[in-house]
């Protein structure tokens, strides 16, 4: 491989060569040579779309050689030869066309002023190559131009035929040309006339345009007639970036911060590979309050470069300010991808949790309370996000353990202590008189309420413990579950405890005979048949309590009091028998 300052030695060479004219100071042919001289023109192989690649190549040839002949006095075009050679020497295949994204660095090598690229298809019967010319450096060289030709066409002739098309172009160009020199020479009036001159040969010539937009400026004309040259120049070319940023940045100046927005948006456009320049329109976008385009501009950007963390934490923050909670969950699990230093993040992994919440992503939200619980076993909000979870997917086991190492991390934590134990209850009082309750966990509910009302320094909290004791008891009584007629009498007497407003006092008292009463009938029966004097005892308590219940809690049933009050009565009138009859000691 030749050394590079060598190879670039034979680029100009030939570049000068390919112009056709000699060098002859003091000439107006040397003037002419001198000008040319100065505007290389480089042409890719335009990219072919259902043609074949040969008919490309032959098609760029073709164009390149016409432009040689026919334009040697008005520019230099860069021979085939020397593309050729600077391609292979950068290990591509000058037989297949160059992407139209590498052109500017191959100018650069070329020491190009211009660059042209293209696209050539078969549509039916007709071929079209659509040409985008770009000043890389003052050649005034821009725009765009479409050749269409019958689909027999060779591409010999068809890149002729191009060629010949492009007479305006150039002649535009040393308009363009014309209005720079003259712009830097101050002569405002003299630029806009080269401009018009321009715009007559190619309707918003890009070049033209620029020129134009700086003669204004130079002239410290309103800021108005130099937004509208700056709109015909990206009108001429739709991908030219330094016009949007241009654009973009008069717009801002004046105030239009949404058309500012919409202009670098269109140069991001022409130059998707700017990654410094889309974090910027992104940023613009969140500011301004367009959460989905800012969203659209950064997922646009990741799709080339996924491992991007700053354009990760800026869709961060865009989802997030506007609430796109599935978006901020994709964001945050990208960034976790990329920084393993937020598995120690205590306040990534509640974010990540919090967005999952709200999508809501159950699978999301199991896997990163999971991980949340691993990295950090004694953090307080994990195990509460790790229970809540669990209960959404009813795991009642692992429910159950989420929220004992709750309770084991801080005891003091009464509303875990009542959160366990209101799950416990859930989860165990489907009441159906046919499945026995599952009991351990109805005395483990208990033993939480107990253990939160001893801190309870508030009667909204006791309030709250009063209820979780009455809903499963009083149903249990109604319903008339014998094997939990107990616990649920017991039940009813915490809720009484709890009850320091009273408003309870009435059904809790209703429901606690009840509960006593339906134990009285089958307990009496037992001390007849068996003759037990402790079991006395036990019923003579039981009675007592079961009439003083009811009659605390008879306005909620009259009727139904009255009627069990007279079976009490009618077993207390029996008890004073019972211990003589059964032989009982003293009695």
């Given at each position: 491989?030749?050394?590079?300052?060598?190879?670039?030695?034979?680029?100009?060479?030939?570049?000068?060569?390919?112009?056709?004219?000699?060098?002859?100071?003091?000439?107006?042919?040397?003037?002419?040579?001198?000008?040319?001289?100065?505007?290389?023109?480089?042409?890719?192989?335009?990219?072919?779309?259902?043609?074949?690649?040969?008919?490309?190549?032959?098609?760029?040839?073709?164009?390149?050689?016409?432009?040689?002949?026919?334009?040697?006095?008005?520019?230099?075009?860069?021979?085939t030869?020397?593309?050729?050679?600077?391609?292979?020497?950068?290990g591509?295949?000058?037989?297949?066309?160059?992407?139209?994204?590498?052109a500017?660095?191959?100018?650069?090598?070329?020491?190009?002023?211009?660059?042209?690229?293209?696209?050539?298809?078969?549509?039916?019967?007709?071929?079209?190559?659509?040409?985008?010319?770009?000043?890389?450096?003052?050649?005034?060289?821009?725009g765009?131009?479409?050749?269409?030709a019958?689909?027999?066409?060779?591409?010999?002739?068809?890149?002729?035929?191009?060629?010949?098309?492009?007479?305006?172009?150039?002649?535009?160009a040393?308009?363009?040309?014309?209005?720079?020199?003259?712009?830097?020479?101050?002569?405002?009036?003299?630029?806009?006339?080269?401009?018009?001159?321009?715009?007559a040969?190619?309707?918003?010539?890009?070049?033209a345009?620029?020129?134009?937009?700086?003669?204004?400026?130079?002239?410290?004309?309103?800021?108005?007639?130099?937004?509208?040259?700056?709109?015909?120049?990206?009108?001429?070319?739709?991908?030219?970036?330094?016009?949007?940023?241009?654009?973009?940045?008069?717009?801002?100046?004046?105030?239009?911060?949404?058309?500012?927005?919409?202009?670098?948006?269109?140069?991001?456009?022409?130059?998707?590979?700017?990654?410094?320049?889309?974090?910027?329109?992104?940023?613009?976008?969140?500011?301004?309050?367009?959460?989905?385009?800012?969203?659209?501009?950064l997922?646009?950007?990741l799709?080339?470069?996924?491992?991007?963390?700053?354009?990760?934490?800026l869709?961060?923050r865009?989802?997030?300010?506007?609430?796109?909670?599935?978006?901020?969950?994709?964001?945050?699990?990208?960034?976790?991808?990329?920084?393993?230093?937020?598995a120690?993040?205590?306040?990534?992994?509640?974010?990540?949790?919090?967005?999952?919440?709200?999508?809501?992503?159950?699978?999301?939200?199991l896997?990163?309370?999971?991980?949340?619980?691993?990295?950090?076993?004694d953090?307080?909000?994990?195990?509460?996000?790790?229970?809540?979870?669990?209960?959404?997917?009813?795991?009642?086991?692992?429910?159950l353990?989420?929220?004992?190492?709750?309770?084991?991390?801080?005891?003091?934590?009464?509303?875990?202590?009542?959160?366990?134990?209101?799950?416990?209850?859930?989860?165990?009082?489907?009441?159906?008189?046919?499945v026995?309750?599952?009991?351990?966990?109805?005395?483990?509910?208990?033993?939480?309420?107990?253990?939160?009302g001893?801190t309870?320094?508030?009667?909204?909290?006791?309030?709250?413990?009063?209820?979780?004791?009455?809903?499963?008891?009083?149903?249990?009584?109604?319903?008339?579950?014998?094997?939990?007629?107990?616990?649920?009498?017991?039940?009813?007497?915490?809720?009484?405890?709890?009850?320091?407003?009273?408003?309870?006092?009435?059904?809790?008292?209703f429901?606690?005979?009840?509960?006593?009463?339906f134990?009285?009938?089958e307990?009496?029966?037992?001390?007849?048949?068996?003759?037990?004097?402790?079991?006395?005892?036990?019923?003579?308590?039981?009675?007592?309590?079961?009439?003083?219940?009811?009659?605390?809690?008879?306005?909620i049933s009259?009727?139904?009091v009255?009627?069990?009050?007279?079976?009490?009565?009618?077993?207390?009138g029996?008890?004073?028998?019972?211990?003589?009859?059964?032989?009982?000691?003293?009695?």
């Amino acid at each position: 491989m030749q050394p590079i300052r060598m190879m670039m030695r034979r680029v100009i060479v030939a570049g000068v060569m390919a112009s056709g004219v000699l060098l002859l100071p003091g000439s107006a042919t040397g003037q002419l040579a001198r000008r040319v001289s100065n505007e290389r023109l480089l042409i890719l192989t335009p990219v072919p779309t259902g043609v074949d690649t040969a008919f490309a190549v032959e098609t760029g040839e073709a164009l390149r050689a016409r432009m040689i002949s026919r334009y040697r006095m008005r520019i230099a075009v860069i021979p085939t030869t020397t593309i050729c050679e600077a391609l292979e020497a950068s290990g591509f295949n000058c037989k297949i066309p160059l992407p139209s994204e590498n052109a500017p660095a191959l100018a650069r090598f070329l020491q190009a002023t211009a660059y042209m690229v293209g696209w050539i298809d078969k549509t039916g019967d007709s071929l079209r190559l659509r040409l985008r010319l770009v000043d890389a450096a003052g050649s005034g060289l821009a725009g765009w131009e479409t050749i269409r030709a019958p689909a027999t066409t060779t591409a010999e002739d068809f890149g002729k035929l191009a060629a010949d098309n492009l007479d305006n172009q150039l002649k535009a160009a040393e308009f363009a040309r014309d209005c720079t020199e003259r712009r830097q020479r101050s002569d405002g009036k003299g630029a806009a006339d080269r401009a018009e001159r321009a715009f007559a040969l190619y309707p918003n010539h890009p070049a033209a345009a620029m020129c134009l937009a700086y003669a204004f400026e130079v002239q410290q004309q309103p800021i108005d007639s130099i937004v509208s040259a700056l709109r015909r120049a990206v009108a001429g070319d739709s991908l030219n970036g330094n016009a949007w940023e241009e654009l973009g940045r008069r717009l801002r100046d004046k105030g239009d911060t949404a058309e500012a927005l919409a202009a670098f948006r269109n140069q991001l456009r022409a130059d998707p590979t700017d990654e410094r320049l889309r974090l910027g329109v992104a940023a613009g976008l969140t500011a301004a309050g367009e959460y989905d385009d800012a969203v659209e501009v950064l997922d646009e950007g990741l799709v080339r470069n996924a491992g991007n963390l700053t354009m990760l934490q800026l869709k961060e923050r865009a989802c997030l300010d506007g609430t796109l909670w599935a978006c901020a969950l994709e964001a945050l699990e990208g960034q976790f991808d990329l920084d393993s230093s937020l598995a120690h993040d205590t306040i990534f992994f509640t974010k990540t949790f919090a967005a999952a919440q709200s999508v809501p992503d159950t699978t999301a939200m199991l896997r990163w309370s999971e991980r949340a619980v691993t990295e950090f076993p004694d953090y307080i909000a994990a195990w509460r996000a790790r229970a809540a979870t669990l209960k959404l997917v009813n795991d009642r086991d692992r429910v159950l353990e989420a929220y004992d190492r709750i309770v084991a991390l801080d005891s003091a934590q009464i509303g875990s202590a009542l959160a366990l134990a209101q799950y416990l209850l859930d989860s165990t009082l489907v009441i159906d008189t046919a499945v026995s309750l599952d009991t351990a966990r109805l005395l483990k509910a208990e033993q939480l309420l107990m253990l939160a009302g001893r801190t309870a320094t508030d009667t909204a909290t006791s309030m709250a413990i009063a209820t979780m004791f009455y809903n499963p008891a009083s149903k249990i009584s109604q319903l008339r579950m014998t094997p939990h007629l107990p616990l649920a009498a017991r039940f009813l007497e915490h809720t009484l405890e709890f009850d320091k407003r009273g408003q309870l006092n009435a059904p809790a008292n209703f429901f606690l005979g009840l509960a006593l009463f339906f134990q009285i009938t089958e307990l009496d029966q037992r001390v007849r048949e068996t003759e037990s004097c402790e079991l006395v005892d036990v019923e003579v308590d039981m009675t007592a309590r079961a009439r003083a219940a009811l009659e605390a809690g008879r306005q909620i049933s009259p009727a139904t009091v009255g009627q069990l009050l007279g079976f009490v009565q009618q077993i207390q009138g029996a008890l004073p028998t019972y211990k003589p009859a059964f032989k009982c000691p003293g009695a």
